[in-house]
């Protein structure tokens, strides 16, 4: 079993910044693939940043040149930096983590951090 501990979420000004973070605990043999999604009310969850173990990130267009995914293999950890917030990055943000074990991948999911942009 892998456990995801998310933190860094808060309310914050337009145009303000938040650095998401979120690290991984249990029995795996590596981790694959770290992300982060988001979800806002009555919305679908979206991607917004995925980052492989050999570094290679993916954006998605509204975060694109604002946010940036980083990760520390050693520490088991992700981060999102978001800076220039607006209003519509508003949402329930959840790290995604895909481990590797001896005999399969499997998916994990944080239980979601609340990220609010607002005067």
């Known amino acids: 079993q892998v456990q995801l501990v998310e933190s860094g979420g808060g309310l914050v000004q337009p145009g303000g910044s938040l650095r998401l973070s979120c690290a991984a605990s249990g029995s795996f043999l590596s981790i694959n693939t770290m992300g982060w999604y988001r979800q806002a009310p009555g919305k679908q969850r979206e991607m917004v940043a995925r980052i492989i173990s050999a570094g290679s990130t993916n954006y998605a267009d509204s975060g694109q040149g604002r946010f940036t995914i980083s990760r520390d293999n050693a520490k088991n950890t992700v981060w999102l930096q978001m800076n220039s917030l607006r209003s519509e990055d508003t949402a329930v943000y959840y790290c995604?983590?895909?481990?590797?074990?001896?005999?399969?991948?499997?998916?994990?999911w944080g239980q979601g951090t609340q990220v609010a942009v607002s005067s």
């Open positions: 995604n983590v895909v481990v590797i074990d001896y005999i399969s991948r499997r998916e994990y």
